[in-house]
């Protein structure tokens, strides 16, 4: 404990360090009051939002805005489903991957073109989430001057939340887009276990034990997914100089560490934001239209097997698809051999960076397929007799994002500690991710 307060001692004693975590908390702080802030012309006596089903789900991403008709109740979802477009073209389009190679000039127009992406998927999510959550009982105005305004709030609503999350990645700490989910899925951790304390009473403890035995293991078990690498040997060549062409210096030997989850959150953030287009788009047609009704009522609940057949699928292509465009063999095997490195018994170029995708493909998969059995698991601890609320902490997205995030904001102060001589947070941990090898850049 002494070492624990002595750590974050050293993490305020940096000037730098601390404006930025300050930084942080202070546009979190804003983005969740603006979660209270409800739309103009509801009365929010009248709302009927569900706590259960997918809208109830996207309701805990959102931090509760999305039951409460907030001027966030879009959140920050309508700009990862545009980043994700942007991201399918870039691998299909020439023209967006010439952008890519533009450098920082095309890095700026592809950003350009996802905040105009943006706004065109906000201006369609908010008018189905207007006709299929808020009622027509609840709306005190004009219903089409209602609709119009509302449309535009919320339009404005999730721009400021992109430009809250740039601003956090610019100059605060951590990922911004990815703390603003970690941040609204927190803010209902509290109502949830307090709910299933309730439910088990005295009688119960014994189970709510068990649970939370149960989900230390989980929570274990996506630290170690997240933090695993697989160490590919890497042997450096003896330089050689002068007439005689002498060897001079030792040949040095050091690891290309290859995450087994290089992508980290994304799959999960990104799968889960295409889960909820289904029920939003076939819940305005649900009344009149037989097939639009029945994927409205598959979709709409995390228990459904359609519903995590699906989105177990979505999450093991977006695995694959992020690792792709993140980690290129053939940069990473041109690099090896201007250095002068190479993997022992592979010959460099060609044969090395084939090397290096068959040990990505291998690592990827099992990964891959863990991360959409934990995502996966709420739907199994609601069947077992968990609660709904605490069911989707259970494993599942919000333990994901909440383990992903947590860990790399953790890695991000670490590098700011070791930069002035301080012991890092992690060192305790003794996490593979932090041993002493050497990367080839």
Same mark, same amino acid.
């Given at each position: 404990?002494? $070492? ?13 360090? $601390?404006?930025?975590?300050? !930084?942080?908390?202070?546009?979190l ?11 103009p ?6 709302? @009927?939002g569900?706590s259960e089903?997918?809208?109830g789900?996207?309701n805990?991403?959102?931090?509760g805005?999305?039951?409460r008709?907030? %001027?966030?109740?879009?959140? &920050?979802?309508p ?7 942007i ?11 010439r952008?890519?190679?533009?450098g ?8 350009? &073109? /996802? ?14 989430y207007l006709? /299929? ?9 004009n ?9 535009l709030i919320?339009?404005?609503? @999730? &721009?400021f939340c ?10 605060? &700490?951590g ?9 609204? %899925? ?14 088990r ?7 709510l034990?068990i ?10 078990g ?6 695993? *690498? ?5 042997? !450096?060549a ?7 062409r002498k060897?001079v ?9 290859? $995450?087994v ?17 289904p ?21 709409? @609940? ?21 690792t792709?465009? /993140? %980690?290129n063999?053939n ?16 010959k ?10 068959t040990?990505?493909?291998r ?12 995502a ?9 007799g968990?609660t ?13 994002i909440?383990?992903?995030? /947590? ?8 590098? !700011? ?9 992690m ?11 050497a990367? *080839?850049q």
């Amino acid at each position: 404990m002494k $070492k624990f307060f002595t750590t974050i001692k050293n993490i305020f004693s940096i000037e730098e360090l $601390k404006n930025r975590i300050l !930084y942080t908390i202070g546009l979190l702080v804003i983005f969740r009051l603006g979660s209270f802030i409800v739309l103009p012309g509801v009365n929010p006596d009248q709302l @009927t939002g569900s706590s259960e089903g997918i809208f109830g789900m996207l309701n805990v991403f959102l931090g509760g805005a999305f039951n409460r008709a907030s %001027i966030f109740a879009l959140g &920050i979802m309508p700009y990862i489903s545009a980043s994700i477009v942007i991201q399918l073209l870039s691998v299909a389009v020439p023209y967006f991957q010439r952008m890519q190679k533009e450098g920082e000039s095309g890095r700026k127009k592809i950003n350009q &073109i /996802t905040r105009i992406l943006t706004i065109i998927i906000c201006l369609a999510q908010s008018s189905g989430y207007l006709v /299929t959550t808020i009622p027509s009982e609840a709306i005190t105005i004009n219903p089409l001057f209602f609709k119009l305004s509302s449309t535009l709030i919320l339009t404005s609503g @999730t &721009i400021f939340c992109m430009w809250l999350g740039e601003r956090i990645t610019e100059r605060g &700490i951590g990922n911004g887009i990815s703390m603003l989910i970690m941040i609204g %899925i927190i803010s209902g951790l509290p109502a949830g276990l307090y709910g299933e304390v309730e439910t088990r009473e005295f009688n119960g403890m014994l189970v709510l034990l068990i649970e939370f035995i149960v989900l230390f293991f989980i929570v274990m078990g996506v630290v170690g997914l997240t933090t695993a *690498v697989r160490r590919v040997p890497v042997q !450096y060549a003896r330089q050689v100089v002068g007439a005689g062409r002498k060897q001079v210096g030792k040949s040095q030997r050091s690891y290309l560490p290859l $995450k087994v989850n290089a992508a980290n959150v994304m799959p999960i953030i990104f799968a889960q934001s295409l889960m909820f287009l289904p029920s939003l788009v076939a819940g305005i047609w649900a009344e009149t239209n037989d097939t639009a009704h029945y994927i409205n009522t598959k979709f709409s @609940t995390f228990t459904s097997w359609e519903y995590n057949l699906t989105f177990a699928i979505l999450i093991i292509l977006f695995t694959f698809f992020y690792t792709a465009i /993140t %980690i290129n063999p053939n940069q990473m095997a041109d690099d090896m051999k201007r250095n002068g490195a190479f993997v022992p018994g592979v010959k460099p170029g060609k044969p090395t960076s084939d090397f290096i995708s068959t040990v990505l493909d291998r690592i990827t998969l099992p990964g891959a397929l863990f991360l959409a059995v934990v995502a996966i698991l709420p739907a199994f601890a609601n069947g077992a007799g968990v609660t709904y609320g605490f069911a989707q902490f259970f494993g599942g997205t919000s333990l994901i994002i909440m383990v992903g995030v /947590t860990l790399d904001t953790l890695q991000q102060i670490e590098s !700011y500690l070791l930069m002035r001589h301080y012991e890092g947070m992690m060192k305790s941990g003794k996490m593979k991710g932090r041993k002493n090898v050497a990367a *080839v850049q």
